[in-house]
């Protein structure tokens, strides 16, 4: 089985709850959806077929032995859109069975019935300011395990704070997932939504996209 793959780098985990652990990215090639703010327009086209038995084998080699708790190496499965590629499923079972603390970064577009229960899924559910609010899977939630998975919300303008917030609320999501309201990297101010968060009282966690704070917004591979 090959899968088109646009790059493989171990660098900081820069985003969601497990922000600042090293981990090894895997970001496959290509997505149907065009975020207004997408920072990875550069994997839309751009990419090699690889064997999953060669990209496992890389894995296994930069990743080292696999080990269990806190620190656990930890590898997530990004892109593009990675649940575009059928051969998603099969790549995410197999970097489970090497052993490994597994997350997948998802638009909530593709369904998630076939991820792996235990993979991590972080799932953005698109805003209206994205231009995609409309590639949403509602059945997604009942895919997503409480306590492990997260639900994250890119906010372009004080709109889509108060659309996200209220889209939570009639849902009480936060009861049961955590979730992330994160910032579009130089539009909307973070301080401003650290502010509002905490006037709103809302159990979110705010992030900010950490590997661009460290390198910068145009560095690849980080
Ligand atoms: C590049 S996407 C790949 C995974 C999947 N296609 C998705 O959108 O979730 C990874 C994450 O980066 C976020 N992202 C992309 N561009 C961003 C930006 N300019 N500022 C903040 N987050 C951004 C996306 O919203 C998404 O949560
Ligand atoms: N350092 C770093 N952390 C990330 N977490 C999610 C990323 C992504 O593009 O999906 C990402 C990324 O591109 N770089
Ligand atoms: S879904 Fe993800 S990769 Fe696709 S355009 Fe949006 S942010 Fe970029
Ligand atoms: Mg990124």
Redesign the pocket.
Known sequence: MKVKVNEVFHSIQG?GARIGRPCLFIRLTG?PLR?S????AYAFYDGTLRELDDLLAETRQRLGPPRKGPNAPFVEL????PLAHPQAPELLRALLDLGYEVAL???GSHDLAAVPREVIKIV?RKTPGSGEVHRWLETNLDHMVPGQDEL?F?LCDPADYEWARDWCAERQVWDRLEVLF?P??GSLDPAWLAERIVADDLPVRLQV?LHKVIWGAEKKGV
Do not use: L, P
């Open positions: 985003e997505c975020c703010y997408c920072d990875t990004t892109g593009g859109e970064e998802t638009a953005d994250k890119v994160s579009v990297w996209q």
